[in-house]
């Protein structure tokens, strides 16, 4: 690690893999302001699965941006595995979002030309591994998400869930500390939407890697451990699964008019 990169990382908390402190994204628009982010503060745990809930324009894909150091935000910090990224120059931060963070997209990104092996393997490339290691790696990678039949499909030859979980074995090539979900099953039918939600919640079980999912999905509070609501750019309530099991459970009530030992 580098000097700079050293002098980066504060002494936190190690069981906390990212902190945001007061993070505002704000957006000049004519005389305008768009408070796209206006003051989150946010702590996830180590292996945590935490999932972002919030309406459209809520500000959950400028979270991922910032928390991922794809955006720089306007103020506040972020910190990712005990780094303050905000005082990374461009290369320690280009390190820093290939072997810390892994990312999964709503439209999975993957490159057209390559094969399934050769995108998974693509970030082991930017980290430095050599083939050998990769072509291993990447074919256990493609194996726990079920596509060792795959391999040499391109992403044109394999369904939108198979492309989700080629996209979700490229997120862990590197071993990172925290996988970013952009609305992962925001194209996928109800079923595969499911099987691509377990299998993130399968991945961070197996591989103690932390969570961070951003959703319209209901379906994935089953997997998640807290789910954080974000309403106008400011996080209006955190809840454990089992607190949201029970107000999406009063809610079916009220809307039934019935208890539910009456159901
Ligand atoms: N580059 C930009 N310039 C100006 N305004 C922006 C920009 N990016 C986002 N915004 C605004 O910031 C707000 C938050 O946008 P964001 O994309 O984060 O919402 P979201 O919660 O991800 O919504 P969705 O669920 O529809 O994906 C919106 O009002 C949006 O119009
Ligand atoms: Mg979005």
Redesign the pocket.
Known sequence: MSEQLLKASAQLSSSLAVIVRGAKKY?H?GSET?K?LDGIDLEIRRGEYVSIM??????????FNVVGGLTKPTGGEVFIDKTDIGRLGPNELAWLRCRKIGYIFQTFNLIPIMTALQNVTLPMIFAGIDRGLRDAKGMELLKMVGLEDRVQHKPTELSGGQQQRVAIARAFANDPAIVLA??PTGNLDLKTGMEIIHLMAEMNRARGVTIMC?T?DLKIIDASDRIVW?RD?KVSKIETKDQVEISVGQMRERATGKTAEEQ
């Open positions: 957006y628009m768009v796209a919030g309406p459209s324009g809520s500000g959950k894909t400028t979270l952009d609305e951003n319209h974000i750019g």
